[in-house]
Every structure is written in structure tokens, then in C-alpha cells.
């Protein structure tokens, strides 16, 4: 929706007054982003509906599942958001905008696309670790290699 209306004020509104939309189109888009993500917490997280297409359907109830797209929508927020700073940042610096603006951008969602590409199967496997299968059901309490029973830290 949001889109649409930027796209429905391009049209119509004449240039001088279309300045702001230009200049602030890029932490406006991400700020909506982040919100979007962030808010979709509280009901279904935002990477869940994307998720659910390479993942099979008995899963998607899981604990591990939802700990799994809640964590990764948070992340995903929380990127949108600093991109959505750093935009605002490069409105009100004398030099590095393009750093900003782009480079530091273009860093953080390459790397966050990677995370994402690796966490799911690395959620997975610290939840076998640790003795807890993908459909939520316990098992035998979680062991070092050596067959000693594990601590868990933190």
C-alpha cells in the first residue's frame, strides 16, 4: 500500500513539491519496511509466509519453526531500520553519504541474505543437539560426544 501511494504522488504531484519525496524516499521505504517487519512480531512474522514455501507444511506449528522466523524477522527489522537511520544520517552529513546511502546498505543486506540462507539449518541443528526436534517433541536429554550428559551454558 504504501508503494502505491508513492507511486500514485509521483504522478500527480508537480516537482517542487515532489522534492521531499525524493529526498527522503529511501528512509521512508525502509522505515515502512522495519515497521511492517517489526510489527508482524506480534501476529505472524514477516519471513514465516516466505519460509513456508521451501518448507514442509507438518513444520510449520513447530516451536522451532516460529522461534526460527520471529528470530529472523527481528533481525530483518532491525537491518531495515539501521539502513532507514543511516539514510536519514547521510541527509545531515557533509561527506560519506555514499557510504550511507549505499555501501554500509548493501554490506548489511548481503550479509543478513546469508544469515538467513544459514541459521534455519543451524537452528535446527543445535535443537537436535540439544534434544529437541523440529515437531516439538522431547527426547533423551542431550549428550557431549563422549556420552557425558551436556550443560547447558549461558
Known sequence: MFFAVIFVLGLVVDRPDLMWLETYAQTLSNGVIAAVALGSLAFTPFTEQYARESVPRRYWDSPLFRRTNRFLTAMWGGVFLVTALLGLLALHVK??????????????????????????AH???????????????????????TGRRRVPRG
Open 123 to 145: 537452528a535446527r541443528a543445535q535443537a537436535q543437539a540439544w534434544g529437541r526436534p523440529e515437531d516439538g517433541t522431547e527426547t533423551a536429554e542431550p549428550t557431549e560426544p
Open 95 to 120: 561527506s560519506g553519504s555514499d557510504w550511507l546511502n549505499w555501501v554500509i546498505p548493501i554490506a548489511l543486506l548481503v550479509a543478513t541474505i546469508r544469515f538467513t540462507k544459514w541459521y534455519p
